[in-house]
């Protein structure tokens, strides 16, 4: 079986080094949109050093190493084709405001493996931290097509409720054509994400964008539309990936507001509010 479950939560974890500077940071947000008026001084907050602060979702991608899903695929009792692998979601745990600039250690396991019957669901865990104590927890869920059907734990098999009644806000956002391309800068090179032979070979038109991006874009949107800009006010926030986007379409970004947290669904509008993000909660005081 090319998933050896026990295998895969008893080994070792993993650990290395992260650094990143205000340059990094700078990068990541102008791949999830920002800068868009140029010298509007909200946007200024994600592009100009000197007010620079740090959308909390840069965690995914602090490092610039592999992405959580690549990285997950080359721990112990885990052998699976990459083609059979999709990001099924993702969540973050922030246990206090990143810094613009840091170095801190990372230690990554899986925390989970789920036997959906005609999949595997892996759960990535990494966990963040420097000298003065934890900063982020991320858990990737990796979805594995055809490796499921040994017998195991089939894990959470509920999803919250679609919020009821009309949203609060409704924003739209356009991912522009290049906006992979810059996105893909962060560290996540994979060819999916920007060569058209690559993603036909793969069942896609032309190439997609990254998932996490969408994830970055919509954080920002909930952060600026109803957090007052304040990134520090995210204590957590997850999604499932539950379709793709293109670049060159817009974003439509619903959120249901309460006080402590904001559901958020996100769809594709050129094709017919097609699904993208799905049961997004961003926590929040």
């Not at 990068?27 to 946007?43: F, K, M, N, R, V």
């Not at 869920?141 to 017998?151: A, L």
């Not at 520090?232 to 959120?255: C, D, H, K, N, Q």
């Amino acid at each position: 079986m090319p998933i050896d479950a026990a295998k895969a939560l008893a080994a070792e974890p993993r650990t290395g080094e992260l650094s990143w500077d205000a340059r990094d940071v700078q990068l990541y947000h102008l791949g999830i949109g920002a800068g868009t008026p140029a010298t509007d001084p909200d946007e200024l907050r994600y592009t100009l050093e000197s007010r620079l602060h740090v959308l909390p979702s840069f965690a995914t991608v602090a490092g610039g190493g592999k992405p959580g899903v690549t990285s997950g695929l080359s721990m112990p009792g885990v052998d699976v084709d990459l083609a059979r692998v999709l990001h099924g979601g993702q969540s973050l745990v922030v246990h206090r405001p990143l810094p613009t600039t840091g170095t801190a250690t990372a230690t990554h396991r899986i925390a989970a493996v789920y036997d959906k019957g005609k999949a595997a669901v892996l759960v990535l865990r990494t966990d963040v931290g420097d000298a003065e104590g934890p900063l982020w927890t991320n858990d990737a869920q990796i979805f594995v097509r055809g490796e499921g059907g040994w017998g195991g734990d089939r894990g959470p098999s509920t999803r919250p409720a679609p919020p009821a009644g009309d949203p609060d806000r409704t924003v739209e956002r356009p991912v522009r054509e290049d906006q992979a391309l810059l996105y893909r800068l962060s560290g996540d090179y994979n060819p999916l994400h920007a060569d058209p032979e690559f993603a036909k070979r793969a069942g896609f038109e032309r190439p997609i964008l990254h998932g996490l991006c969408t994830y970055g874009m919509t954080l920002k949107a909930v952060v600026d539309t109803l957090l007052g800009g304040d990134v520090t006010r995210i204590r957590s926030y997850g999604t499932r990936f539950a379709g793709v986007v293109y670049p060159g379409e817009t974003l439509r970004i619903r959120m249901w507001h309460a006080p402590e947290s904001t559901r958020v669904a996100v769809t594709a509008v050129e094709r017919n509010d097609a699904p993208v993000l799905a049961g997004a909660i961003v926590e929040h005081p």
